[in-house]
């Protein structure tokens, strides 16, 4: 079942997201790969949130295993002197949390960094996740690598911009190691299709041209989110009237053919 949607589908907005997420990242890589010249190679990498006991507070690193601090044995002692000391019986607590897939653009043979392509989610466009993500951002930001942000929701907070985006709904924006502190913005709305988007490599290279509306609809059938989108409830994207209208009136004439 194909989506009723023109182009991105708001009711992907919901429980569904991690699912699409990784789905379309995967595809997104192959567009990629596809139109790679022969030394370039597109991989997925990804990244953990890990929680702490504290739950407000998470560390964004890859994923590893910690081991919590117990009290010092009532039989130990201070000195430097020789002791046998008996163990604390302790738990590995693997702490785990959202989990999330980019993609890295290598240069052949040395492998390189070129680019890095991200796929927005509500785990870094909402705290705590914005503020490790943002970080993580600004790090890419001040090596010589392109950043590449597709974000495709309409909720959570866009990234941070010294002027205001263009009003829309969707952006896609490119950040050429060369050209910063300028990017590019392309923008979109609900109505709208999705466009081709350009990937950038290194000179003399051109930019690799992605057609975002082949991968979607590559992405929404693998995944077969056709059969679990409940396109009967209310769309769970952050809508206004209008839009709400709109998407009502898509559900509604997709119901009668």
Partial sequence: MATPFPGMDPYLEGPEWPD?????VHCWREAV????PNDYVAKIDERVYLVETDPEVRKLIKPDVAVSRGARPSGARASGAVATLEPVTMRLE???GPRE????????PELSLVAVLELLS???KENPGRTEYLSK?????RQNVHLVELDLLRGGQRVPSPKPLPAADYYYLVAHAEGRPDCQVYSWNLPDGLPRIPVPLRPPHADVIVDLAKVFTTAYDRGRFGRSLRYDR???APLNDDQRRWV?????AKATT
Avoid: K, M, W
């Fill in 20 to 24: 699409f997420h990784s789905t379309f």
């Fill in 33 to 36: 790969a596809d139109g790679l």
């Fill in 94 to 96: 693997i702490i785990d």
């Fill in 101 to 108: 897939l980019f993609i890295e653009i290598l240069r052949r």
């Fill in 122 to 124: 509500p785990a870094n």
């Fill in 137 to 141: 951002r600004s790090a890419v930001l």
């Fill in 234 to 236: 209310p769309c769970p």
């Fill in 248 to 252: 009502e009136s898509v559900i509604a």
